[in-house]
């Protein structure tokens, strides 16, 4: 099946900084979406990109979908303690089946 | 509006024991879906569900586990004899159920399950 890798596992950074994560896949996906998880609850969606090369916004995020389709990258700027969680990207397939990468568990230290 | 409703949140048992998980998705969703996380991992779709049919259950193993959505509004996942590799968080989504893209999956706070 799909393989999504994202990386880093895992970021220990300080508040104010900015942040940098991806995820690579050796297929070709029609959307990459970028969700977080807090401890105890479910995955929320920040961003979806529907089309190679979008950049897209929603606050201190930014992501981008690949050219080649096969990456995407998302980038947190100014970090704030309430940025801790695990952030998981995911890839849309033909089937309109999500493929979860194995997230980055994010820490901020204050 | 109220989110995505599961229970429990959280269950013990002993294996070899059945186990059932409750899903109520938001109002209006026409499609759900029953997704496995395991610890450290991202969620893994098990089935997805457009109104009471069940449409991709590719990834379900069907010997032990079985799920319905009988009036295509809250739907219940059960393991019969759930196993000691089945401990993981079970998450329930939905979503509005738009043909032709992507629509946004809502998530549900999970339902832990450990099997001793």
């Known amino acids: 099946g799909q393989q999504l890798n994202q990386s880093p596992q895992s970021m220990f950074i300080q508040e104010g900084e900015d942040v940098s994560m991806n995820c690579t896949s050796s297929?070709?996906?029609?959307?990459w979406l970028w969700y977080k998880q807090e401890p105890g609850e479910g995955p929320v969606l920040l961003i979806a990109l529907y089309k190679a090369g979008e950049l897209t916004s929603n606050g201190r995020l930014t992501a981008q979908f690949g050219i080649t389709r096969k990456d995407s990258f998302l980038n947190i700027s100014a970090s704030i303690p309430s940025d801790v969680g695990i952030y998981f990207c995911a890839g849309g397939g033909s089937n309109y089946k999500l493929t979860f990468g194995k997230g980055t568990l994010l820490t901020v230290n204050p | 509006e109220a989110g995505v409703v599961q229970s429990p949140r959280y269950k013990i048992i002993e294996k070899k024991q059945p186990v059932a998980f409750w899903c109520n998705p938001i109002s209006g969703h026409n499609t759900l879906y029953w997704y496995l996380q395991n610890l450290g991992q991202g969620p893994e779709l098990l089935i997805r569900y457009e109104n009471e049919e069940a449409v991709d259950d590719s990834q379900l193993p069907k010997d032990r586990f079985s799920a319905e959505r009988l009036k295509g509004v809250d739907s219940t996942l059960k393991i019969q004899p759930a196993e000691l590799g089945d401990s993981a968080v079970y998450l329930c989504?939905?979503?509005?159920?738009?043909?032709?893209?992507?629509?946004?999956?809502?998530f549900g706070p999970g339902t832990r399950l450990t099997v001793l």
């Open positions: 297929s070709i996906f029609n959307t």
């Open positions: 989504a939905s979503s509005l159920g738009t043909s032709g893209r992507y629509d946004t999956q809502y």
